[in-house]
């Protein structure tokens, strides 16, 4: 017995029954009819099969492995003459594959109306997974965060009780100056000695301290909340947020200022977004700027910045002739505020689950 | 600062549209507020930041205008006609509070008459929002408007004594203004007084007294210097700003002290009549000490990073007023600020001047930043930690207010017994207490959710509590403030402890908990909890408990609620250890539960170390599956603790015998150590 695979033959060789039996000849023409009306008759009765049980009759009837009717074709095979063997096997195994297809089609149909039986509402609720949520005001923090490290600056904090040092003297806020005013500021009923202590009202005094502790090169990001006794409205909370960038290093320039809140403006905001510098005045720094960031078809003011004082510098005993730095602030609640458009900064601090949900 | 621009093309043509100077002024430093339509005029109200005093006058907007469009500034130079007699004999004047008004001086016009003011005059003041009084009041604010420098027009008449005395006001000093108001004053304020009394609150406002009326025919021009935080202090305390106080508050120019009553004189005779006494009645010493100042020459571009040539940079600065003392030469360029400009005595403030004017436009956005590596500090790590466990945990994160009121901080504080310090003014109505604990201010955040119906308000807020020095402390020694995670829940006592305990495994802290006695907790149902580490005494890090019934009624809450709090400052150690693979086992586990009756005031904690010490290496896990009581079937007073334990091995499958083993020796340890008996 040739192996197939020597022989070339179709497959149907192989199925061939070892043991000759004698086969009455037909004719090809005969084999090939047979085996065509077979394949009408079983595609159609497969087609349109409606229960397992006539599923299971059908395929018993064309493809039963003892007396199916391919397999009484099948042996009408040896009654063919050698030459016409091979085009009929090809029919024969052509016309076993379409059975065989339109048996594992009726099977498919009859399980997918199984399954549709058993099929779920899928819009039925589950029990909710209840995901809790960071404040919108730490979200907007991390942001900051986030994008201010890609740029090399490191996130800093320190005491929000304060002297008088760190919040006015260090960043030349002198004695006379109005932003010390008791009135404008939370001063604590007990001191330090004789150095009345307060609130910070500005993160620059962690700034202060870095500075004090640390040489150049430095690049830093001091946040946290800060204090100011303003009455409460729309606009406004005695108690905010601030994020302030401080970077010293020699050569630094207001070039190096603008490049980075561009950086950090078409990073936060998306896209290529410009800024502008308006002037103003700020003790700590000269020049002092208004940072505006185009958003929305708008300029936007986003906080103040400009190049460290020279005062400041000295007084964390840097010598200012060597180097140089900027810094800036971004009011939390304001960035905030607009990009989740909330009217009320007021609504931040009403811890209403329902707000709190929403981010 | 309202500006007409009808009355600025008196100083300069700037020969551009409104727009366009508005959009210039704003983009060298003067904020643009709004724009309106006055008549035939434009009122532009434009932002003065503190130190430019000079631009609340409408010469120093048109200087800047003048610097910014090339354009000629023209300043009027007064000389009003004298006549008459020495007005050394109408008035004397004395300061005796040199600190609070260095320099004051007074002219005399007799004779005016005193009427409706000229319609140029009513139409100006009409622009910049001044209501129009009569020709002397109108013009002592028109020229405090055009200059900066704030006059006042006393009646003459009305000076009692022919003397004016600069000095601090008797304490309950009683002071009717010209608005009509009496105000009591201070022993720190400064009065303009006659013989009798006060008849102006020094630059602050006049008296209603010695105003001008229409029977007024002498009168007295003041223009002098006072002290701004003195005339701060006056204005805020009696809630009393004017134009006036708002100015000295941000010290005029000390040159506009002679001219603007040089100018008023002028445009009364104009407008009133009446004839100028000779001379100045005057006291003290004018305050005026212009800056010399230094500009090195490569300075301007060491801080904004753009070369600007020196020839633009002494045009801007000329412009500005500055007087070239030394050219450019080999060294720095000195110069001399102009008498306007107290807040530029330093090179850095001169680099600011021209870099204003030059414009920031000019800076470039796109140097490049060198990359620098940076890691999140320990504290930050901790933070992050804590926060995402709670947040995966279903709760939401809060912020509350640091400072609260004296309701919420009477129960302890877990963190020291030093009171709560206090601040003033409140930072909200009646909440003066820095806060020691955060529990109560997110009870009173779970109440206010329950009050707008949604009871489900998990919360916890990563803060710091303020502690103040305990009495044996150095009174130097600073004052505590410990980073607090703080939680509620609803659930009871086990609902916090395990979001605490799992804030503290993602951490990788095992702590050990002991029933603790804190007012803010019920009794008996709270726990600190402690961290034991080698070679340290045990240190609390945290308390958790079920919320006392007085601690939940203060809120305003009537269902129970339990909480924890956690310092994450002695946690932040932990984020710095690393973590090193244990590898798992290839082996089977064995599961054997055990039922085991012990007394009822046996804590499991005892019973789960006896397991582990027990068991050792081969415990898996040790869990508490029920805990149940019945006095029939156990006897009273006893607890039956079910407990599966799953052992395995770290080097060969785990035989039947060895697990019986292991278990027969944990149920004996349990019976020595804690007296537990098997139940069958």
């Known amino acids: 017995m040739p192996s197939s695979s020597r022989c070339g033959r179709p497959s149907a060789c192989r199925s061939r029954p070892r043991s000759r039996k004698a086969v009455p000849t037909v004719s090809l023409d005969a084999f090939l009819a047979e085996i065509e009306s077979l394949r009408a008759d079983a595609v159609a009765a497969l087609g349109v099969v409606a229960d397992e049980a006539s599923l299971e009759q059908a395929r018993i009837e064309f493809l039963g492995a003892k007396s199916g009717r391919l397999k009484s074709i099948q042996k009408m095979l040896g009654g063919l003459s050698v030459a016409e063997r091979p085009a009929a096997g090809k029919h024969f195994n052509d016309a076993k594959q379409a059975i065989t297809a339109a048996l594992e089609a009726a099977q498919g149909r009859l399980a997918g109306t199984a399954a549709e039986a058993d099929a779920i509402d899928v819009t039925l609720p589950g029990d909710p997974l209840r995901l809790g949520h960071l404040h919108p005001i730490t979200q907007t923090i991390r942001r900051v965060q986030e994008i201010m490290s890609r740029l090399g600056f490191e996130s800093v904090d320190g005491p929000e009780v304060e002297d008088q040092w760190h919040n006015f003297e260090a960043l030349a806020i002198g004695a006379e100056h109005p932003a010390r005013d008791p009135l404008d500021n939370f001063y604590l009923a007990v001191a330090r000695g004789a150095d009345p202590l307060l609130l910070r009202s500005q993160t620059s005094t962690v700034q202060i301290r870095v500075m004090e502790q640390r040489k150049p090169p430095l690049r830093i990001v001091s946040l946290g909340r800060v204090y100011r006794p303003d009455t409460a409205d729309a606009t406004h909370y005695p108690m905010f947020h601030q994020v302030e960038g401080l970077l010293v290093e020699q050569g630094t320039t207001m070039a190096h200022l603008k490049s980075v809140l561009r950086l950090f403006a078409s990073s936060f905001l998306g896209g290529d977004v410009h800024v502008r510098f308006r002037p103003s005045f700020f003790p700590f720094t000269e020049p002092s700027v208004e940072v505006d960031m185009e958003w929305g078809g708008r300029w936007i003011e986003m906080g103040g910045a400009g190049m460290v004082d020279p005062a400041v510098l000295a007084a964390v005993g840097y010598d200012p002739d060597q180097v140089s730095g900027f810094a800036f602030g971004l009011g939390v609640e304001r960035i905030a505020a607009r990009r989740y458009g909330v009217a009320d900064i007021r609504d931040f601090y009403r811890n209403d689950v329902r707000f709190l949900e929403q981010f | ?680």
């Not at chain 2, 090339?70 to 109408?90: I, K, M, N, Y």
């Not at chain 2, 129960?411 to 601040?423: E, F, K, M």
């Not at chain 2, 896990?621 to 334990?645: E, H, T």
């Open chain 2, 1 to 680: 600062m309202i500006i007409s621009t009808n009355w600025l093309a008196d100083y300069v043509q700037v020969q551009t549209t409104t727009e366009q100077l508005v959009e210039r002024l704003l983009m060298s430093g003067l904020n643009h507020e709004s724009t309106a339509t006055v008549g035939a005029d434009t009122a532009v109200e434009i932002e003065v930041t503190s130190n430019r005093s000079d631009c609340l006058g409408h010469i120093g907007v048109a200087r800047e205008a003048a610097v910014l469009f090339a354009r000629p500034l023209h300043v009027p130079d007064p000389r009003p006609l004298e006549g008459g007699g020495r007005v050394a004999e109408s008035i004397a004047v004395e300061i005796r509070s040199a600190d609070v008004c260095p320099f004051y001086t007074a002219r005399v016009i007799r004779g005016v008459r005193v009427g409706p003011s000229p319609a140029w005059l009513v139409e100006r003041l009409a622009t910049v929002g001044v209501e129009s009084v009569n020709n002397v009041v109108d013009i002592t604010n028109y020229v405090m408007l055009e200059c900066g420098q704030p006059l006042h027009a006393f009646d003459l008449a009305k000076i009692r004594g022919g003397r004016i005395v600069v000095r601090r006001a008797a304490e309950g000093e009683p002071f009717t203004a010209i608005n009509h108001k009496t105000y009591t004053l201070t022993g720190q304020m400064c009065v303009i007084a006659d013989a009798a009394g006060p008849v102006a609150l020094a630059g602050v406002m006049g008296g209603a007294e010695s105003e001008i009326s229409a029977a007024t025919t002498d009168i007295v021009i003041e223009s002098a210097q006072f002290a701004p935080l003195a005339v701060r202090a006056a204005a805020r305390g009696l809630v009393l700003a004017s134009g006036s106080s708002y100015r000295f508050e941000r010290t005029p120019d000390p040159a506009a002290v002679d001219w603007a009553s040089r100018r008023a004189a002028a445009l009364i005779l104009d407008s009133a009549g009446g004839t100028l006494e000779r001379g100045v009645a005057e006291a003290g010493t004018l305050a005026c000490a212009p800056a010399t100042i230094d500009l090195r020459a490569t300075r301007v571009q060491e801080v904004l990073g753009i070369d600007i040539p020196s020839e633009r940079q002494q045009a801007i600065l000329t412009g500005l007023g500055f007087v070239a003392v030394k050219p450019l030469a080999d060294g720095p360029s000195r110069w001399q600020a102009p008498t306007w400009r107290r807040d530029v005595w330093r090179e850095i403030d001169l680099v600011e001047e021209i870099a204003r004017i030059e414009g920031y436009d000019k800076v470039p956005e796109d140097r490049p930043i060198t990359a620098r590596p940076v890691e999140l500090s320990p504290r930050e790590q901790a933070i992050r930690t804590a926060s995402a466990v709670l947040v995966a945990a279903g709760m939401c994160e809060a912020l509350t207010r640091s400072v609260v009121s004296v309701a919420m901080e009477v129960t302890q504080s877990p963190w020291g017994a030093a009171p709560p310090l206090v601040v003033s003014p409140a930072l909200v109505r009646g909440a003066d207490r820095l806060r020691r604990t955060l529990l109560p201010s997110l009870l009173e955040a779970r109440a206010g959710n329950v009050a707008v119906g949604a009871p489900h308000a998990e919360l916890f807020e990563v803060a710091r509590g303020y502690i103040g020095r305990d009495s044996d402390h150095r009174p130097d020694s600073p004052i505590q403030e410990p980073l607090l995670v703080s939680l509620v829940t609803g659930g009871a006592f086990t609902a916090a402890k395990v979001r605490a305990e799992a804030v503290l495994a993602r951490l990788g802290v095992a702590a050990t908990y002991r029933p603790i006695d804190l007012d803010l907790f019920a009794r008996g149902r709270s726990a600190e909890i402690l961290l034991e580490r080698p070679g340290q005494p045990a240190e609390r890090i945290g308390v958790v408990g079920e919320f006392s019934a007085a601690a939940l009624k203060a809120a305003g809450l009537d269902t129970p609620v339990s909480g924890a709090e956690l310092r994450l400052d002695r946690l932040e150690f932990a984020v710095g250890i690393e973590k090193k693979l244990r590898r798992p086992s290839d082996f089977p586990a064995v599961e054997r539960d055990v039922n085991l009756v012990v007394d009822d005031a046996v804590a499991w904690g005892h019973v789960a170390a006896a397991v582990s010490e027990t068991a050792g290496d081969l415990l898996e896990q040790c869990r508490l599956v029920q805990v149940w009581k019945d006095a029939d079937r156990l006897g009273v007073g006893k607890k039956s603790l079910v407990i599966s334990l799953r052992l395995r091995s770290a080097t060969g499958t785990l035989s039947s015998e060895d697990a019986n083993r292991t278990v027969a020796a944990v149920v004996e340890a349990c019976g020595r150590q804690v007296g537990a008996v098997l139940r069958k």
